[in-house]
């Protein structure tokens, strides 16, 4: 297990939705949130093999990016505002990477 940024942002954004959850009054986007984030991280520290489209990335990181923004624009405390923030914005940064528009 290599603790390199892109594995430390999949981290951060399992245990940003993890605070979603358990904090947040609008339980859809979280758990969308942490079904991607968790799926990401299974498939990133090598715990589960998928072979489905290559697009898979793509998809989970649209995922992190729209639960990340729907639970910004629902959420109310200071712990769930950031939380929200970090997962739209790991969600948005994997998802230039994915597009390679960003290296």
């Not at 339980?27 to 990133?44: K, Q, S």
Request: proline share 4%; glycine share 6%.
């Amino acid at each position: 297990m290599h603790f390199n940024m892109p594995n430390l942002m999949i981290l951060g954004a399992l245990v940003a939705s993890l605070v979603l959850v358990f904090r947040s009054g609008e339980r859809i986007p979280a758990f969308i949130a942490l079904a991607a984030a968790a799926l990401e991280a299974l498939i990133a520290f090598r715990l589960v093999t998928i072979k489905g489209p290559p697009s898979l990335g793509l998809v989970l990181a649209a995922a992190l990016c729209l639960a990340g923004g729907w639970s910004w624009m629902r959420a109310s405390s200071k712990l769930t505002v950031t939380a929200a923030t970090v997962v739209a914005l790991i969600g948005v940064i994997q998802l230039l990477v994915a597009l390679k528009v960003m290296a």
